[in-house]
């Protein structure tokens, strides 16, 4: 099913749309309250696009680095180079340890590769510990429909069915109940998983660490209470220093949930050492490709300054219509419409590119400039290229243009054209079916139109 | 100063009094206005779908009958964005023709952009009485800027009382060709921008493109208001054009 017959059936879901109705707002204001703390909000965009774009320039270098520095520190470097390698070296370094329970904290990576469900097959139980992901995870592994709010799309009194059926307890009718409950089932897994799945939403090149971003502290008890952590994350999150992190942590939650600063803030360097309290024994970086090497020099490059923060689909209009499962794969909205046929193939999501209205909310808002409607419309172009467009859409553009290059021509098809139309209107102001467009008529009418053409009309008075 | 006047193609055949109230205007403001009669469109239908050769071929016209103007005017956000933020784009690989575009765009304005920064149009000739909240078209609010200006202008109108409505600056949902391949998403955007237009309950919602027109009436009649009216601020601010249709 395409996006767009996806798209219809969350149009018509009414519990969905007013959810999405009552989230909008949140996002959008939080935000622009957030941002409006920096001093010099613009400038801090500005160098964190550079900063984005100088890494990216010298990718490799900076993973040699990364490597050098992670692995100086008691941690191994793993390499991978689609969802495949991921799940395999994921489910390998389990063996190795004996790991039977893995607790794991927010991924997308994991959700592009699988990774849940690569571990149950291999017998080992995947426990979700952030909340909104454990909600999916045992409402039958449903997706996520947003990458910072998983469970965007649902109501607390879902949620509530959901947690009385599962964990066959009374019903709860407050979030904080029920999130109360949510802690209790997750406390004995915490305590008793012997490896902990982390993303990473910034690699540190100098240090060798993984910075994590998180608000539930789940985060924390996932990296520090088994023996083994394992951090899966694309390659593109790696930046220079520590000074570099904290220009892009200036924007991230502000621009992610509207907070100054997550509640949780994590730097994990290294393995335990003899006089840490806490810590893991054994730690893992899984560095995953998945198609953002090929990325580096093109035309699509921009796309890697991408921190993950969310707010081009908070502020989408399409996005805010249908919500994130219309998108069909892991990444919704007008980064999804990009990343999704990057990684996943042009051919492979026509629609998603042109699900957009251009109208670049998603671009202003961008906390590293990606300028989310230029690569929309270049994937556009690839689609014309590859000829993957409808005949009927590329007859109708070949027309438009030979037509609007032969003025004389023009003029006497548009007085016709207005004519038709006006003729259509049968002496009203608007058409309510139109066959010509039958799509811009389902769901409103189409105004008429005055009945002349301007050209016409100013060489009778010149 | 010579202004070439490009009415843009949906002014052309839909509005053409809306090209007559941009004329009017620019008269009132001084300016030697010129019409280049062989004008069609700039190219942006072709630009946005992914033909760049088709918008390519339209951007050179446009270039050779406008690039003896002192300035190009449009009343269109969204056209004069696509002359002045992405002709350069489509030229990219020719210098020559990349330098001539770059002169066209750098004198290319939205109407009311022109009129207060540039013409610096001071007495109004329109007489519009009511209440009036002004929808900020998305291409010429964050691609050229145009926020400030048409409502500079409506100020200058004694009869007219410009309310802000929530959602001023977001998408109605045309979005071009957007609007018939995925006519269900467009009209569900629409309801909504429709929805912040009624509960500001003002006389007109008034706006600076075309597209946003059409959907935002077609939009509002669907959902049984008869009442609000649709206006450019071309046609607020000129008031009788002359050149009926």
Known sequence: MHFKARAGQKLADVVLQENLRKAKSKFVDMRARAIAELDDFEATREAAKVLRDRTLDDLDLWLERFELEATRRGATVLWAKDGAEVCQRVVDIARRHGVKKVTKSKSMLSEEAGLNQALEDAGIQPVETDLGEYILQINDNEPPSHIIAPVFHKRKEEVSALFARVHKLAAKTDIEAMTREAREVLRPHFLSADMGISGGNFLVAETGSVALVTNEGNGRMVTTLPRVHVVVTGIEKVIPTLEDLATLMRLLPRSATGQSISNYFSLLTGVKHAEDQDGPAHMYFVLVDSGRADLVGGEFAEMLRCIRCGACMNHCPVYQAVGGHAYGWVYPGPMGSILTPLFAGIENAVDLPQAATLCNQCGVVCPVKIPLPDLLRRLREKQVEQRLRPTAERLALTAWAWLARHPALYALATRIGVRYLKWLAGGEDRIRVLGLAPEWTLGRDFPAPEGKTFRELYAQKH | ?245
């Open chain 2, 1 to 245: 100063m010579r202004v070439g006047l490009f009415v843009t193609c949906l002014v052309d055949m839909m509005r053409p009094r809306i090209g007559f109230s941009a004329l009017k205007l620019l008269e009132s403001a001084g300016c030697e206005v010129t019409v280049p009669a062989a004008q069609t469109c700039c190219g942006q239908p072709g630009y946005n779908s992914g033909d760049r050769a088709g918008a390519l071929g339209l951007a050179e016209k446009l270039l050779t009958e406008f690039e003896n103007c002192d300035f190009v005017v449009v009343p269109s956000g969204s056209c004069a964005g696509m002359i002045r933020t992405h002709y350069a784009d489509l030229a990219k690989g020719d210098d020559a023709l990349a330098g001539r575009m770059a002169r066209l765009s750098a004198k290319t304005y939205e109407l009311t952009d022109f009129l207060a920064n540039i013409a610096k149009l001071e007495a109004v000739p329109g007489n519009f009485r009511g209440s009036i909240a002004y929808h900020d078209s998305c291409a010429g609010l964050r691609e050229l800027g145009v926020k400030a200006q048409p409502r500079a202008l409506l100020a200058k109108m004694p009869g007219v009382r410009l309310t802000e409505m929530a959602g001023a600056e977001e998408c109605c949902g045309f979005g071009g060709a957007f609007s018939v391949k995925f006519g269900e998403i467009s009209a569900a955007i629409a309801e909504r921008k429709c929805e912040g237009i009624r509960a500001a309950n003002v006389d007109a919602v008034v706006l600076g493109d075309l597209g946003c027109m059409l959907n935002i009436e077609g939009k509002l009649r669907r959902m049984g208001d008869e009442k609000t009216r649709v206006m450019h601020v071309a046609e607020v601010l000129a008031g009788d054009p002359g050149g009926k249709a």
